[in-house]
């Protein structure tokens, strides 16, 4: 009898996911329970060591430090950025530069702190002069990306700035046309919710922006809450009322 439920269980949870999937709104539903063939902590090491070593396209050659990213392998939220910049090339970590610490005060706004989440990007090793990633470097590293979001299956995926937003959804829509709108993701074994949002970058440059993406932070905020039932905790009344910059005062 109780593998009977179990696996009527199981079938309800899929026909769910479809529907959600082929209705196109917006799917809050959990990573499928399926085994994992390894500990996620297992996997996401495994990849890093494999970016490490990576030479599939000439970025390998002006790298200091690849930058596989960092965070919870178990993490509910996963940040996606577009590349490492200077300062992550040089410390083989992501967002830590001055866009970073602006990502990470935006976090905290919502009650979040940096080693509770994972930081991943698009490209693993810095594009020279941090120009833009070009297709084929793209399509070069994004298994890597692919293997991250499967190792920790995560609910919610914050895609920060264009590259990470048009990739993953596959479209050549603008980022300000894709931002705050939240669209059911899949992956290989499972799903989750992407909601596209600026990067801390463009924010640095055009502070006004801040009022959209604290909208953004607040709805990353409630999903994961209704996902997870209690975390993050409730976002600070002082936070919530210096809406609408993601609060506190970013360095710009
Ligand atoms: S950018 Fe990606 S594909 Fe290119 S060398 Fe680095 S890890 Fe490998």
Redesign the pocket.
């Known amino acids: 009898m109780r593998d009977e439920l179990a696996r009527l269980a199981r079938e309800v949870a899929e026909a769910l996911r479809a529907e959600a999937a082929s209705s196109g709104s917006a799917c809050a539903l959990p990573p499928r329970a399926s085994p994992r063939a390894l500990p996620p902590e297992d996997l996401v090491e495994d990849i890093a060591m494999r970016?490490r070593a990576?030479?599939?396209?000439d970025?390998?050659r002006g790298?200091r430090n690849?930058v596989p990213g960092e965070g919870s392998p178990r993490a509910p939220l996963l940040l996606v950025g577009e590349a490492p910049g200077e300062d992550e090339d040089r410390q083989g970590r992501p967002f830590v530069g001055r866009a970073g610490e602006l990502l990470t005060k935006m976090l905290a706004a919502i009650s979040v702190r940096r080693e509770e989440v994972f930081i991943a990007n698009v490209?693993?090793?810095r594009p020279p002069g941090n120009r833009d990633p070009a297709p084929e470097?793209i399509a070069?590293?994004r298994d890597?990306l692919t293997a991250q979001i499967a190792a920790i299956r995560p609910a919610i995926i914050l895609t920060l700035g264009r590259v990470p937003a048009r990739l993953l959804l596959d479209t050549p829509m603008g980022i300000l046309s894709l931002r705050g709108k939240p669209r059911p993701f899949a992956y290989p074994g499972g799903t989750a919710t992407l909601f596209p949002t600026l990067h801390p970058a463009y924010l640095l440059r055009n502070p006004a922006a801040k009022r959209d993406v604290w909208d953004d932070l607040k709805e990353v905020h409630r999903l994961l809450r209704e996902f997870t039932g209690d975390w993050p905790p409730p976002i600070p009344a002082r936070a919530a009322a210096e809406s609408p910059a993601p609060p506190p005062a970013a360095g710009s």
Do not use: D, I
């Open positions: 970016v990576c030479t599939r396209c970025l390998c790298r690849a490209l693993k090793c470097e070069a590293c890597y």
